[in-house]
């Protein structure tokens, strides 16, 4: 911005600013309002964004908060790939490659719109969602089977898909011949699309109003206004390098390094297990967004994000590890390495700021496929669910019973009513666990325990859980939180519990128990208030018999 030129005032800045807020909120809702499958229009598993032209996060609306923060690094990403004069008004983009930028896995699609105002780059549109089937091994293409990314479903690298303002209708029909549903696939699509036009429009109604150069400075101005509440963040921390650790279910030591200087947050994944040999694995701009919100929480977690804020934060992970993979490593589970990795800045934040930060949550996405044949309709289904758990207890308060992920940000579970209608699967209890676990002087939050049963001869399941071995961490001498896993019990009694199961054939009234884990707790369980000790034995989260184990609680 030239200096000569007078400083936009802060009232009007606010209002532009607040607008572009808007503008995404809008998206977002066009969005639910419109999609077709369960997991976008109820479960909200997408988010949308705006960034400037360099492809730097202006504003975001709700919505799953690594999503947000992958739409920057998938802006980059086009604008690495084509010339600036490649790219037109009316131009959109596609893209769900992991090693390109700004993608998880491949059922998480970003469609990208270039906004311009009298033939001016000024803006980008983005919206990012999952898409429930691409192809892949197995409905849903997430497998922890796959050894390649190849086999986990069509690959949008960046592409064109549409030519100023023109549909290339060859790439609209590979993606409907790659996908299992295509119905459903259709109408995700398009609501995606219409998202990103909405928001192309309304920006440039706010460019017409305000002017081209008073909408730059002002987000010039809040990227400003973020990097210094980080920075005033920071000053307030405790300074050095802090190292935190924890173990994955098959034993592997995760690590990092927390260094906090007076100008930056310095987040390096050193010396941490090879990329894995199947899914497990997350790219860099994944574990990027990890640390993004691990560096929210600890410095300026109740404002809204933008790039200015991250500007002091530095994060590196070694390449070939399963924190940065080299291709093709798969990467359809690389949400349980996220969260993995998130959870592991978060362990490591609370020895700086355990004011701060709650306890070990369940910490897992506890991903839930299943898939066949509707029973009724003898339509195609594919239900992609993940489920709610326990989160943590803080120095101050009980743990959340019955929450999604601290990954998932602003979403929801899918009613049983809807699950039923749509997949033809009933779903017979949803209560809150009664486990062991998460017992403190504040105690975690319960994990659920949930059936599905199933009405369709050959229903296929898969799913991957983790903390099912290493269990939530506690502070302050609080207990661990309980395990993530799944129980099959079949129609003829037999059971087996599992946490990893790939393309399960199940039959009719086979029966899928969820257990979700407790969070963990805080302080000592002896130094619990006797008055919550008996809500809790009232409220059935706890019994007597675990008031008196835990607590030495007895009952009169």
């Not at 929210?296 to 590196?316: D, I, Q, W």
Request: proline share 4%; hydrophobic share 40%; charged share 25%.
């Amino acid at each position: 911005m030239n200096k000569d030129k007078k400083k936009l005032d802060p009232i009007t800045a606010e209002i532009i600013q607040n607008t572009l807020v808007s503008v995404c909120d809008e998206m977002f809702i066009a969005v639910k309002k419109t999609a077709m499958s369960p997991i976008i229009y109820e479960i909200l598993d997408f988010a949308v964004a705006v960034t400037n032209p360099k492809g730097e996060l202006a504003s975001a609306g709700a919505g799953i908060p690594a999503f947000i923060n992958m739409c920057d690094f998938a802006v980059r990403a086009v604008l690495d790939k084509y010339e600036l004069n490649e790219i037109k008004e009316g131009d959109m983009y596609a893209t769900n490659d992991p090693y390109m930028g700004g993608v998880t896995h491949l059922n998480d699609v970003i469609i990208v719109m270039p906004v311009f105002y009298e033939k001016k780059l000024i803006a980008w549109t983005c919206n990012m969602a999952h898409w429930p089937d691409l192809g892949g091994l197995v409905p849903g293409g997430i497998s922890s089977e796959a050894v390649e990314i190849f086999q986990e479903g069509l690959q949008l690298p960046a592409i064109k898909f549409f030519d100023q303002g023109k549909i290339n209708q060859s790439v609209i029909d590979i993606i409907y011949a790659n996908t299992r549903i295509p119905q459903y696939i259709k109408g995700d699509m398009w609501a995606c699309i219409a998202s990103v036009r909405l928001g192309e429009k309304r920006i440039k109604e706010v460019v017409k109003k305000y002017g081209i150069e008073a909408t730059t400075e002002a987000i010039e101005q809040y990227f400003d206004y973020g990097e210094k509440a980080s920075l005033d963040s920071i000053a307030k921390l405790p300074k050095g390098t802090f190292h935190g650790e924890d173990f994955l279910d098959d034993g592997k030591k995760i690590q990092v390094d927390i260094t906090i200087t007076d100008k930056e947050f310095i987040v390096d994944f050193k010396d941490n297990p090879p990329q894995d040999p199947h899914g497990n694995n997350a790219s860099f701009d994944g574990i990027y967004t990890a640390a993004q919100m691990a560096f929210k929480n600890a410095t300026t977690m109740t404002r809204v994000a933008n790039a200015g804020f991250f500007r002091p934060l530095k994060v590196s992970a070694e390449e070939g590890s399963m924190f940065n993979p080299s291709r093709p490593a798969a990467q359809g589970l690389y949400y349980e390495t996220l969260i993995r990795a998130y959870d592991l800045c978060l362990k490591t934040i609370a020895q700086i700021v355990p004011e701060k930060m709650i306890a070990g949550t369940f910490a897992s996405v506890c991903g839930t496929i299943m898939a066949g044949k509707h029973p009724d309709t003898g339509a195609t289904f594919v239900l992609i669910e993940p489920e709610i758990g326990g989160w943590g207890a803080s120095n101050a308060f009980d743990g959340d019973n019955a929450q999604y992920s601290t990954l998932h940000g602003d979403t929801y579970n899918t009613p049983a009513e809807v699950a039923e209608a749509r997949n033809g699967i009933y779903v017979d209890q949803v209560r809150l666990s009664n486990e062991d676990g998460g017992e403190g002087m504040y105690r975690g939050g319960k994990g659920i325990i949930m059936d599905y049963r199933i009405r369709a001869e050959g229903t296929m399941l898969t799913a991957f859980y983790s903390r099912s071995i290493s269990l939530p961490w506690s502070l302050e001498k609080g207990n661990e939180g309980s395990a993530n896993y799944i129980e099959i019990i079949k129609k003829d009694g037999q059971t087996e519990k599992v946490s990893n199961v790939n393309g399960l054939i199940l039959n009719v009234d086979d029966v899928i128990r969820i257990h979700t884990a407790n969070g963990a707790g805080y302080g000592d369980p002896k130094k619990r208030d006797r008055k919550s000790i008996e809500a809790d034995i009232k409220n059935e989260y706890i019994t007597p018999e675990q008031a008196k184990k835990y607590y030495n609680f007895e009952t009169t």
